[in-house]
Each structure stands twice: as structure tokens, then as C-alpha cells.
């Protein structure tokens, strides 16, 4: 068994599907099909069910997937250790926030590269939001990821990065958009309303603030895109309230602040046990946001 073949079988249980896995790993098609395929001969035990339905796990894959990802972690702290002091190598993959334009990402990956011109990048956001992205790095699927939930995600480590207030987001000539002063929320939650799907850290906390003031709503639009949110409210969806960090300016749109206030956090997690260049990350964007390295990541 080699760790190739592990890479493999992770890369198309993640995807479930072997193109997708091959275009990830940058091979072959026929390359990962034969390297998984070896790996069953090896284990005597089939790890994928293949019909025209697709692919899938079956028992023993499920259980195989857990093992193999620790199998992957440990092989890479191996290296680490061998590299010591050295120049680091190898690859982050990092859950990232589309559209999040107030948060310099390309120039911290930019920097990154230059201080770690060996280590690949590999970012991309998740189709559940922060409720997946934190999933995702505690099962190993990802090393660290941007985070907006209200409370500390179990099984990672975690550092706050900033914590800002959520502002109504209006269709210009709304009735509620005239006016300076704070809108009350009681009367935002009457309205029509785009936002995001079930599992982004804004509706998350949005949620459970309307919750706690008594207060229900009626999502008539739901995105996977929380920067279009205000493009689909200056089309006259509905109305919204986002985080003032992921606003982007748009025209036909106008924001208020809101009363009672509520604060959205902005955190970066990662896994329990990062790698080198995964806590070099972690590091990076700590110091661009002025904050201490959590103890717990310096001493993994």
C-alpha cells in the first residue's frame, strides 16, 4: 500500500466521483481508477459501489475513509519532522467565503507563496457555508478554513479574527430605507427576505437573534452566494441583513444599522493536528489581523 493509492481513495470518496477526483489530484482518470482498484486488492474488500447511478461508500469504505485520512495526516507530520527548519512542501486546502471582498485573500495567499513557494493552495467554499466548512476540517477533508458561526466550533482550533454588526440591507425607495438612525428589527423581520442557505454562520446567527427577540420571518429567496445578496434585494427579492464585513456596495441598495444590535464573529479554525504549512498559514493570517497565534497551535 502506498500513500498515493490512500490519496486516491480519499480524493473520490470526498468527490464521489473519479473525474472530479483525478482533475483534483491533477491525473489520470484511469490512474486513480487503477490505484483504488489496487488498494481493494489489497484490503480484500470493495470500498466503492459503482453503478449508472454514480459512485458511493460501502460499509468498509466508510469505515476505511476515517482510518486512511489519519493514515494521510500522520504521513504528512512525518515529513514535517524531517524537514525540520527547512523549507516546507506539500499542500493547504482552505475553506474560504465567496465574494468576501473586505477580506484581502489573494494578498495573503500572495505573501504565503512567497514565504512557502512549495506548498500548493488549494481553496474553495463549501455548499453548506460554516456549518460545512467546520465539518469539513474537523473530518480532515480541509486543514483550515474561514468561519462566521456565532459560537466555537467543537474539535478545532479556533481564533477569532474580528466581530462586527450585522446592517439592514434595503432596495433603495423602500419605505424603511429613508432615515440616519437605527431600524428596528421587529419591523425588518416583517418583510420579505433574500439571505442564505440553512448552514451560513450569517444565518446562523441571524436566526438565532429573531429567535431570542420572539421574532419569525418568511425567506422568499434563498442564495448560495452571500456577496449577490445585495444585488437580489436592489432587484426588489426582498430585504436582508448581513454582516457589515461581507456587504459589497451595489447600486440600488442601502444599508442601515439595526436595533437591538447584532454582532457576527469572523474566525479562521484548523485541525486539531495541522501540519507545518497549515500552521504557517494559520500564522500568517493571525498576523495580518494583528491577533495572537492560539498556544494550542504553536505547541501541535
Do not use: C, K
Not at 486513480?32 to 458511493?56: I, T, Y
Not at 468576501?100 to 495567499?109: F, V
Not at 420579505?192 to 440553512?198: K, L, Q, T
Amino acid at each position: 500500500m502506498d500513500t498515493r493509492q490512500l490519496e486516491y481513495f480519499v480524493a473520490v470518496a470526498e468527490e464521489l466521483n473519479f473525474t472530479r477526483a483525478a482533475a483534483r489530484l491533477f491525473a489520470a482518470q484511469s490512474t486513480v481508477s487503477a490505484g483504488v482498484a489496487a488498494l481493494e486488492r489489497e484490503l480484500g474488500g470493495r470500498l466503492f459501489e459503482r453503478d449508472a447511478h454514480g459512485v458511493r461508500l460501502t460499509g468498509v469504505g466508510e469505515a476505511a475513509l476515517a482510518e486512511a485520512r489519519t493514515g494521510l495526516q500522520s504521513i504528512e507530520r512525518l515529513r514535517d519532522l524531517v524537514v525540520g527548519e527547512g523549507a516546507l512542501r506539500g499542500a493547504v486546502r482552505v475553506g474560504i467565503f465567496t465574494n468576501l471582498t473586505s477580506i484581502d485573500l489573494p494578498g495573503i495567499m500572495g505573501e504565503f507563496r512567497r514565504r512557502h513557494p512549495g506548498v500548493d493552495l488549494r481553496l474553495g467554499p463549501s455548499p453548506s457555508g460554516s456549518t460545512g466548512l467546520a465539518d469539513d476540517v474537523r473530518q480532515g477533508r480541509i486543514d483550515v478554513a474561514f468561519l462566521g458561526l456565532p459560537d466555537s466550533a467543537p474539535g478545532v482550533i479556533e481564533l477569532t479574527l474580528a466581530e462586527v454588526p450585522f446592517v439592514a440591507v434595503l432596495p433603495e425607495g423602500h419605505p424603511l430605507a429613508a432615515g440616519d438612525g437605527a431600524l428596528p428589527l421587529e419591523a425588518l423581520a416583517a418583510e420579505r427576505w433574500v439571505d442564505a442557505r440553512e448552514g451560513f454562520g450569517n444565518r446562523v446567527t441571524l436566526d438565532r437573534a429573531l429567535t431570542s427577540a420572539g421574532l419569525t420571518r418568511q425567506i422568499a429567496t434563498e442564495v448560495s452566494d452571500l456577496g449577490e445578496i445585495p444585488r437580489f434585494v436592489a432587484a426588489g427579492l426582498g430585504v436582508a441583513a448581513l454582516p457589515t464585513l461581507t456587504v459589497i456596495p451595489t447600486p440600488g441598495a442601502v444599508t442601515r444599522p439595526l436595533n437591538p444590535a447584532i454582532e457576527w464573529r469572523l474566525s479562521v479554525i484548523a485541525h486539531p493536528r495541522p501540519g507545518a504549512a497549515a500552521r504557517a498559514l494559520v500564522g500568517l493570517i493571525a498576523e495580518r489581523f494583528g491577533r495572537a497565534v492560539p498556544p494550542t497551535l504553536e505547541a501541535s
